[in-house]
């Protein structure tokens, strides 16, 4: 079992930046690929970004390639999503999901648990 725990949303304008940190207990976080997901109001929740455990391969949906960076700290059960040049269609709800299938997921069917959430509201 895997509990997540996401924070550092929040209210921020158009080109600022936000860390979000996802912070997990159980053993197997380690050894899981670990990904970040958002739903808008009136949306699927769509895939953002993902990492394997050893943080060798990573994986971006096109819209955040060169402002998202994902990351983690398995000594910490960790993992972060470094937002930067945030734009109004960023605001959603970010969850961070881990996945016990190998590679790096993309899909949420693939992810085995989930945390609760975290508001990001970008203002214009």
């Known amino acids: 079992q895997v509990r997540l725990v996401e924070s550092g949303g929040g209210l921020v304008q158009a080109g600022d930046s936000l860390r979000l940190s996802c912070a997990a207990s159980?053993?197997?976080?380690?050894?899981?690929?670990m990904g970040w997901f958002r739903q808008a109001p009136g949306k699927e929740r769509e895939f953002m970004a993902v990492?394997?455990?050893?943080?060798?391969?990573?994986y971006y949906v096109d819209s955040v390639k060169g402002r998202f960076t994902i990351s983690r700290d398995n000594a910490q059960n960790t993992v972060y999503l470094q937002m930067n040049s945030l734009k109004p269609q960023d605001t959603a709800v970010y969850y961070c999901?881990?996945?016990?299938?190998?590679?790096?997921?993309?899909?949420?069917?693939?992810?085995?648990?989930w945390g609760q959430g975290t508001q990001v509201t970008v203002s214009s």
């Open positions: 999901a881990a996945s016990l299938h190998s590679g790096i997921p993309t899909i949420a069917g693939e992810y085995n648990y």
């Open positions: 159980g053993s197997t976080f380690s050894s899981s690929a």
């Open positions: 990492i394997n455990w050893s943080s060798i391969r990573s």
